[in-house]
Each structure stands twice: as C-alpha cells, then as structure tokens.
C-alpha cells in the first residue's frame, strides 16, 4: 500500500488534465513522515485517485509516473518502456543503417518524469533526476533488456552526475553487460561517444536535425562553430562541403573530443582548426569574413532568478555574430535554457540584430528532435528553441 496525498479544492485541474507535476502549495493533507523517493498516490479533496508518483521536499513535491491506479513493478517498466521504444520505431529511428543513436525516454515527454535514456549503438545511458526514479533503477534495466532484446549489449547508469550527494550516494556503474563499441553513426557521420566523462549523458542528440540542415547550409562555405563540444556541427558542415571550418571551445577536453571526431570522418576536402578560446572574447575580434556561424551555447539561465541575467547574455552574444558575420551570411543560433521561450528568444535576438543596426530575415524555426517528444499535457517538455537567420 502506497501513502496518500490529499489536494486542496480545484487543485485536482492540473492532474485530470495530465500534466504530471503537484506544487506544494496544492497539497492540503499528507503523512508527516514521508520520505524523498517514496511512492504515494495522489487523490483530489473528493477521495478521487488521480495518479501515483514520487513524493520529494521542494517545490515540485510530487512528479506523477502514473495516472493508472496500478502497481508499480517490472510489468510497468516494460509496458512504459516498450512503448518508448515503439514510437522510436515508428518515427523510424530505432532500425535505422545511417543513425544509431536516439534518446529513447525523454523525462515528461514520455511520461516518465525525472527519467532519461539514450541509447548509443548497443548501449542505454541512464540518468534518474529524481531519486525516486532512482530507486527503480534496477527495474528499468531489466524491463529495457526485455524490450530491446538483442539490440541492447549494456546498460550504463550515469545518476550520480544529477543526483545530489545529500540525498543519495551513489558511483557510475555498468548495470548489465559490455559495451560492444563507443562509435555511432548520425546520418552517416561518425562520432565517437564518451558516455562516462562526457556531458549530458555523452552526445547532444538533440540537436541531430539541426546539424543536418547546418550541413546543408555549409556547402562551400567558411564556417564558425562556437561552443563546439564533441564537433557535431563542424562534421556536419565538413562531411557537406563546406571549404573551411573552425572549432571554438574553452574545455581543451572539447576540443581533444573534436579532433578525434574530424580524424573518424576523414573524405571531405575541407580545412578545419580547432580553437581553445572563451567564445564570447574571441568571436569580438574575428574578421567579418564565415559565411555561416552557429552560436549553440550551455543554458544561460538554469532558474526562473536568472532568467534576465541569460537573456543579456543571449543579447550580446548574438550581437556580436551579426557584427561579424559576412554580407549575406547564415546564422543558427540557440537557447536551451527552458526558463526562456521561444517568443523571449525571439525577442532578444531580434534586440540585438536592431543594436548592430543589420537587415536579417528568419529562414527557420527550429527546435528539439521527435525522440525529444513534446508532452501535449505538459508544455515544459519543449526546452530547445533555434532559429536560422539570413543577415544582409
């Protein structure tokens, strides 16, 4: 038997229409003793089951992985998880000779609150963001074996980099089996994958359509790629075409990762350097001479607080691009800070293109990948907003 959580009057609204979050201040009765991770189910001031979820001290008290009055066990993991996996199939992802590499559980997205999975050629990276996710770990090892069968050779859990250490201690470790090899394909383009120093969980899968259409736009062209991480865009735009590019990172780290990763992708014909440099500083002094720029910076704002220091940032960043940019350039550039919506975003980019006083027009809207799925129930889910821009 799972504790109950009482609601205040009305504050069911948020829950009947699924979106998966409970605040504190909706909460009109619970045991006193309940603990961070705890399962508890959720009822409305009519006794009305309304979900189950994990219960944590904070604002966000209780994140609902069911609004089935069900148990939470290995045959929920595998019905939750085969269905994540269906849709990857589906969207043509999960069988694909030119891409192996999707994020298969998208938190919210997928219904899975506090939940990531990706998956890199045989083997699924785990990060629980929750320790209520977290306990259950185990669970969804098992029910990923039993969904992905012989697709899946290990699965590698990666929590203690987004768990706190006052809540639980907890390593790295490998769940189950032995990775095959740590080098995906992403339409066609190599990379080498470190899912156990790296960021995120490895890779920014995220952004593998945006660097498609990046690599479009680069044919011939001379190419800035700041904030270059692991290269994904500097590969995209090289294995197209693109004449000349160059890497920008202030993590040696990153640049060493881009170097291995223009060395695995070696037909194309163009010239690339990789940079050590604060973006920022160097993209003051360059020659308005790159056709194309991508500006793909860290989150700006990781809070609702700091919201208007990040929207100065993305000011002054993206005006000194339109500074630098050549007559009749492309630039891609985007947030990734949820705190800041599409319509902010707009906004300033557009503050900064009428600051430095340059036509530009919009080519593009972009945004998050579909194995990134946008919870209709729960619009949180979309963080990754882009646009490409034509600059006179």
């Known amino acids: 038997m799972y504790p109950k959580v ?15 979050w409970v605040f504190s201040g909706a909460i009109a009765k619970r045991d006193e003793d309940l603990q961070n991770g705890q399962l508890v189910k959720v009822y409305s001031s009519k006794d009305e089951f309304l979900g189950t979820g994990h219960f944590q001290n904070g604002s966000i008290m209780i994140r609902v992985i069911s609004f089935e009055d069900k148990d939470i066990n290995i045959d929920f993991w595998v019905e939750k998880l085969g269905k994540a996996f269906q849709m990857r199939q589906n969207i043509g992802l999960a069988d694909n000779s030119q891409t192996n590499v999707f994020r298969l559980v998208h938190g919210e997205g997928d219904m899975l609150p506090g939940l990531i999975i990706d998956f890199y050629n045989g083997t699924a990276v785990i990060q629980a963001h929750s320790i209520g996710m977290y306990h259950h770990i185990e669970d969804i090892s098992s029910a990923l074996q039993q969904v992905m069968r012989e697709k899946l050779k290990a699965v590698y859990d990666k929590s203690a980099e987004t768990l706190s250490k006052n809540v639980v201690q907890t390593e790295n470790r490998f769940l189950f089996g032995t990775p095959e090899t740590n080098l995906v394909l992403e339409h066609g383009d190599k990379y080498e994958i470190d899912w156990e120093k790296g960021q995120k969980t490895g890779f920014f899968i995220d952004q593998r359509e945006n660097r498609k259409l990046f690599g479009q736009y680069s044919k011939d062209k001379k190419v ?19 004449k000349e590019v160059h890497s920008v990172d202030i993590s040696e780290k990153a640049i060493e990762l881009t170097d291995k990763n223009v060395a695995l992708n070696p037909n194309h014909k163009g010239k690339h350097e990789s940079i050590v440099a604060d973006v920022v500083k160097y993209i003051r002094d360059i020659d308005a001479d790159y056709d194309v720029i991508v500006l793909d910076p860290p989150a700006f704002a990781k809070n609702i607080k700091s919201r208007h220091n990040a929207v100065q940032g993305y000011k002054r ?33 557009t503050a900064a293109a009428i600051e430095v006083g340059r036509n530009v027009k919009i080519l593009h809207y972009l945004s998050q990948p579909a194995d990134h799925p946008i919870n209709i129930y729960h619009t949180e889910t979309e963080y990754l907003k882009g646009l490409v821009l034509y600059v006179e």
Do not use: M, W
């Open 6 to 20: 009482y609601l205040k009057k009305g504050k069911e609204i948020s829950l009947k229409r699924r979106h998966h």
């Open 224 to 242: 800035l790629n700041t904030f270059c991480y692991s290269g994904g865009f500097s590969i995209a735009a090289l294995n197209e075409g693109a």
């Open 317 to 349: 960043l993206n005006a000194e691009a339109f500074k630098h940019i050549k007559p009749g350039g492309i630039l891609f550039t985007f947030s990734c800070s949820q705190v800041v919506d599409k319509q902010l975003f707009a906004n300033t980019v």
